[in-house]
Structures are given as C-alpha cells and as structure tokens.
C-alpha cells in the first residue's frame, strides 16, 4: 500500500509548487516511473543504462504523451496490465476509462485500448512475468518501502518532509539531501545497483499559474488549503 491521508497529497501538482513550510519555500523530489523502474530492477535490468527506458516508460508511439492526459492513459494501461489476469480485462479496464474521460477525440485514428497495451508490451517484453498477476501488489509494497524509509531518515533529524505517493516535498535547503537519500532508499529497496542512479529521481519543475502572485502572501499550507478552498475555483480534488 501507499501512505494516504494528508490534505497535500489531494493538491493538484500545478499548486504543490506553492506549499511552504514554515514560510519557506520547498522543492519537490520524485522518483521516475517508479514501477516499471522497482519491476526492472528486481529483474536485473538497469533502466538508468537504458535510452528507451531512461524516464521514458510510459511513453509509446501511437499516442502523444507529452499531453498530460493521454500520458496518464498510458500509464494507468501499465497499471492495469500489472493489476490484471489477461490482457484482455486490461483491454477493457482501458477502454472504460477512455469513454469515462471522453478521450477518443485525442486518440489517434486506428488507435484503440488493445493498440497501446500491445505496444506496451513490445515496449516492455522484458517485464511479461510481471504482467497480469497482480505485481501490483509487489511493487506498491516496496515503493512504500522507500518512502517509510525516506521518512524516517527525515524524522530523526526533526526534518519535515511532506510525501505525495512517490514524491516528496521538503524546504529548499533540504533539497540536495532529500534527492540524495530518496536515490540511496530506492536503490536499497530495489536491491540493486544501478549504473546511473542519479537518472532515477527528478525535481519537479516550477510550472506557470494564475496562483503565484496571490500565493507570495501565503505563509503555510494550511492557509493556502483555507483560502483556495473558499475561492469558487475549484482548485483542490475533493
């Protein structure tokens, strides 16, 4: 399972970059496609030596992923191929989720939800022990592995450090120890060790939004929640 609960966690990313603590500015971590990463590893294949694979993995040719919405599909496909029993229930959960979304417009013509899972699995032959019987469950438990750790390394030295699944937010003077020991925690839970470790971890970029000029007056996050909260934009999921 994966740590739930906090009201961060339901901040979209585009407003994460604005959260402070203890009115300072924060920097956030996350590890590059965690899943097929941790599922690589525990294989033997190191996706940081690999140009296909190097925080590419949810990237397939018959769709554009650099738009946000269709990248999401891709990888909630690899989700299902991992969570499924056949290719045939992934098939089904994908093409759900394509008339839930009203995403057919964005398709391509010709591509459907068995194009992307069939690339995906050409993509990553190298992982079809690991598709459809429920790995999921595996590589949940080991990506919360990493994040106790995380924690708990932050935790003894009275560091607060806010966890997003499988990013992390920290004040910007903690940011160069926060990716150094997010690298090393992934690399211990994976058992593995890889040629390019640093390729495993990114930070987030800042990205532009209507809420930068009103979020200079923001001192906390409990602030920024209340008053965006209370706008008619509705800015937090719910």
């Not at 995380?150 to 903690?174: A, G």
């Amino acid at each position: 399972g994966r740590i739930h609960g906090p009201i961060w966690q339901s901040v979209k990313r585009e407003f994460r970059q604005f959260i402070k603590i203890n009115g300072e500015n924060t920097v956030e971590y996350d590890i590059c496609s965690a899943f097929p990463a941790l599922a690589y590893a525990r294989s033997g294949w190191d996706v940081t030596k690999s140009v296909e694979q190097e925080r590419k993995a949810y990237d397939v040719t018959c769709l554009d992923t650099t738009n946000k919405k269709l990248r999401d599909l891709v990888k909630l496909a690899f989700l299902c191929m991992l969570n499924g029993e056949s290719q045939d229930s992934a098939v089904k959960a994908i093409a759900r989720e394509i008339s839930k979304k009203r995403l057919k417009p964005a398709l391509p013509e010709g591509v459907k939800a068995r194009t992307i899972v069939e690339e995906l699995e050409e993509k990553h032959r190298n992982l079809k022990d690991w598709f459809y019987n429920c790995a999921w469950k595996e590589l949940s438990k080991l990506e919360s592995n990493v994040c106790v750790d995380v924690l708990t390394h932050f935790v003894n030295k009275n560091i607060p450090v806010l966890p997003v699944h499988d990013s992390f937010v920290i004040q910007e003077q903690h940011g160069d120890e926060l990716k150094k020991v997010l690298i090393e925690s992934f690399a211990k839970v994976a058992d593995y060790k890889f040629k390019f470790p640093e390729l495993l971890v990114e930070k987030k970029k800042k990205e532009k939004s209507y809420l930068e000029e009103y979020a200079k007056d923001t001192l906390d996050l409990a602030r920024l929640y209340k008053e965006t909260y209370k706008n008619k934009n509705k800015l937090f999921k719910t």
